[in-house]
């Protein structure tokens, strides 16, 4: 069955540092791949997504993710954090039936 | 617009009390799937559909029902609700792989249902 692991519940980072949020995937076949961001009190928008092709890709805001096929991994990244992109982030696989990871809180600081 | 709609988006209600909350989309999505949401653990799949009249369980679907009469509409419906049914539920649709000219299968999310049984 897939399944979704995000190793960290919580990430502090300064406005300005750079960010990695890590996702690890349990899948059978080549996964869909999804990052969603959830802003306090709102429902969630989609950050990027991954079917196939370039494993390099990019998203809204400013974000990219990875795949690594090799590792079962699709970790997150962001140059430079801005004050807004305080919120929790969620990695999914699946397609149409969705799995989620449990979410890791990002607060930004000044 | 392309929307998933959910109502109501709160409820406080009681213990046993049956209760429904609809969830509609007009993108013509085949799957449908309901999820909530509690702190620390993400969002848990309770049902999904991939088709008119095709549901199959979650990973949480003990005190929960749903139907799918219609493609459009996919409605939750708790016969007797607990308290430990308190959650923030999401309904969402997607296309299936392969359905219409696009490999897009992101889900679209309804802007949630925040229910409270007491």
């Known amino acids: 069955a897939q399944s979704v692991t995000q190793p960290d519940i919580h990430i502090t980072v300064s406005e300005g540092a750079s960010l990695e949020l890590r996702c690890n995937y349990s899948y059978g076949a080549t996964p869909y791949l999804f990052w969603y961001v959830q802003s306090p009190g709102q429902g969630l928008q989609l950050l990027l997504k991954y079917f196939s092709g370039d494993t390099l890709v990019q998203g809204i805001k400013g974000f990219e993710a990875e795949f690594k096929r090799s590792q079962s991994s699709f970790n997150l990244r962001k140059p430079s954090v801005h004050w807004s992109d305080a919120a929790e982030y969620f990695c999914?696989?699946?397609?149409?039936?969705?799995?989620f990871g449990a979410g890791t809180r990002l607060t930004v600081k000044p | 617009e392309a929307q998933v709609t959910q109502n109501p988006r709160y409820l406080i209600t009681v213990t046993g009390k049956k209760l429904t909350v609809t969830c509609s989309q007009n993108?013509?999505?085949?799957?449908m799937s309901w999820y909530r949401q509690d702190p620390g653990l993400g969002l848990r799949q309770i049902y999904y559909s991939m088709n008119v009249e095709v549901t199959d369980k979650g990973d949480v679907p003990e005190g929960y029902k749903v139907s799918r009469k219609e493609k459009r509409n996919f409605p939750l419906i708790l016969e007797s609700p607990s308290p430990n049914q308190t959650s923030l539920y999401f309904c969402?649709?997607?296309?299936?792989?392969?359905?219409?000219?696009?490999?897009?299968?992101?889900?679209?999310f309804g802007q949630g249902t925040r229910l409270t049984v007491v």
């Open positions: 969402a649709s997607s296309l299936a792989p392969g359905q219409g000219a696009s490999m897009n299968t992101e889900a679209f």
């Open positions: 993108m013509n999505h085949e799957y």
């Open positions: 999914a696989v699946g397609a149409g039936d969705m799995r």
